[in-house]
C-alpha cells in the first residue's frame, strides 16, 4: 500500500489493491451476483452475508473511489441521487441545510419537496460569496452542500474556506464532484466531510450505467453512512459496479481529452455573434477562473452558453448533429442539454430565471469526438440564424 501511495493519480486507476483477484489472478475484478452467502458456523458468520450489506464486486469499487478520493471509506449506491438522499438522512429532524443555489435539479427537489417534510430547513445561497454563505449559517445548521462547478452555470466555490466556516459552525460540508471527479479535484484533501458523485457519468463514463458513490474522510461518519446505507438499502448491483470499475480505468485519459476539447470549443463560441454568455471556468474571464486553477487541476469537460433567444436555440437543437440531445453527461460521446426541460426541469422557472438558467441556455459535455468537428457541427447549425439575421426586416 505504501507503495501504490506514491503513484500517479492515471497509474493508480490501474494499479489498485484490485488489480488482480487473489484467488485466481484475473486481471479484471469478478462479478459477484450472489444475493446471499453460505454461512459455516452458527454462532459466527463470515463477511458476506446478504448483498444489501455487502457485496465483494461492490466492495471493490468502494475501496477504490475511497482510496482515489483519498478518504477512509466509500459507498456505491443505485444513482447518485440516492447517494445524496442517504447522505442527507445524516441530518434530523430540526437541522437546516445551507445549499448551492445552482444546484443540480434532483438535488434541489430532494431539498424543497421530500427533506422539508420531515421538518429539515433549508437555504439556497450564493456559494461563491462567502460572506453571504457566514450571514446564513444558523445555529442549526449542520450540513453545508457544495456544487462546484455549480450546474449548469458553473460557478466555482471555494472549497477550503466553505470548509472552514462549515467546521466552526459545527456542520458538516458535502461536495458533489461529479463534474471533476478526483482525477481533477480532491474535495476531501480540502477539507470537506463527504464527496459525492453521479458515477452515472465522468466516473464509468459511457452512458451504460447508473450509479452514485460517495466517501468520507471520518471513520465515525463512515460508520454512519454504512448504517444508512445498509437501512435505506438503494446498493448498487454487482454488474453496475463492475461496470464502474472498467470504466474507471479510462478515466484519466477521457477527462484529459474532452477537458482540452471543451475549452477550445469555449473559446470558439466566445467568439459567436449569436452566443450571448459562455459559462466555463477554464476562460481566464469566467469570475472562478484562478480559484479553479487554485483548487483543481483542470477545469472540466462540460459548459455552458446561452444563445441569443430561445428561437435561435431551438433552430440549433434541430440542425445540429454530432452530440446526443439528452439529459445526462460525462460520456464518450458529447451531450447537449436544456437545463430548463432537463436537467433543472424540477426547479420552477422563477426560481430557474432567478439563478440565470434561461430559456435560451443550453449544456454541452464535451466528448471524445474531434473537437474540429464539433466546432464545425456547432458552426454549421447556427448558420443558418445568422444568415436570417443578415436578411433585411429580421
Do not use: C
Amino acid at each position: 500500500m505504501s507503495h501504490q501511495n506514491k503513484l500517479s493519480f492515471e497509474t493508480k486507476l490501474l494499479h489498485n489493491d484490485h488489480k488482480i483477484d487473489p484467488a485466481t489472478g484475473s486481471v479484471s475484478v469478478p462479478i459477484h451476483p450472489s444475493s446471499t452467502y453460505h454461512q459455516f458456523d452458527i454462532d459466527e458468520f463470515g463477511k458476506y452475508d446478504y448483498s444489501r450489506s455487502l457485496n465483494p464486486t461492490r466492495e471493490a469499487l468502494e475501496e477504490t473511489i475511497a482510496s482515489l478520493e483519498e478518504g477512509s471509506r466509500g459507498f456505491a449506491f443505485a444513482s447518485g441521487m440516492s447517494a445524496i438522499s442517504t447522505a442527507f438522512l445524516l441530518l434530523s429532524q430540526g437541522d437546516h441545510v445551507l445549499i448551492s443555489e445552482d444546484v443540480y435539479g434532483g438535488t434541489y427537489r430532494m431539498v424543497t419537496e421530500v427533506l422539508s417534510r420531515y421538518g429539515i430547513d433549508h437555504t439556497f445561497v450564493d456559494m461563491t460569496d462567502l460572506s453571504e454563505v457566514e450571514k446564513q449559517i444558523r445555529p442549526n445548521t449542520k450540513v453545508i452542500y457544495v456544487e462546484t462547478p455549480s450546474n449548469p452555470l458553473l460557478k466555482v466555490t471555494d472549497i477550503e474556506s466553505i470548509a472552514k466556516l462549515a467546521k466552526q459552525a459545527g456542520a458538516l460540508t458535502f461536495v458533489d464532484n461529479t463534474f471533476l471527479t478526483p482525477a481533477i479535484q480532491k474535495p476531501l484533501a480540502l477539507g470537506a466531510d463527504v464527496v459525492l458523485h453521479s458515477a452515472t457519468k465522468f466516473l464509468s463514463g459511457h452512458s451504460d450505467v447508473v450509479a452514485g458513490l460517495a466517501v468520507v474522510k471520518d471513520e465515525a461518519i463512515g460508520d454512519k453512512l454504512a448504517f444508512l446505507q445498509n437501512s435505506f438499502g438503494a446498493v448498487l448491483g454487482a454488474q453496475d459496479s463492475w461496470l464502474v470499475l472498467r470504466g474507471l480505468k479510462t478515466l484519466h485519459v477521457r477527462l484529459e481529452k474532452s477537458m482540452e476539447s471543451a475549452e477550445k470549443i469555449a473559446r470558439h463560441l466566445q467568439g459567436h455573434q449569436l452566443v450571448k454568455h459562455v459559462y466555463y471556468p477554464g476562460l481566464s474571464d469566467h469570475n472562478g477562473y484562478h480559484l479553479q486553477n487554485h483548487q483543481a487541476t483542470g477545469a472540466g469537460a462540460v459548459l455552458s452558453f446561452e444563445l441569443e433567444n430561445e428561437q435561435v436555440l431551438r433552430s440549433f437543437v434541430k440542425k445540429v448533429q454530432l452530440p446526443v440531445f439528452a439529459v445526462s453527461l460525462g460520456a464518450v460521446e458529447s451531450i447537449l442539454s436544456y437545463p430548463a426541460k432537463m436537467s433543472h426541469a424540477a426547479m420552477p422557472e422563477v426560481e430557474r430565471r432567478r439563478r440565470g438558467i434561461t430559456n435560451s441556455l443550453l449544456r454541452l459535455s464535451v466528448g471524445l469526438e474531434h473537437p474540429d468537428d464539433l466546432i464545425q457541427d456547432i458552426e454549421t447549425a447556427l448558420e443558418h440564424q445568422v444568415n436570417i439575421a443578415a436578411t433585411p426586416g429580421f
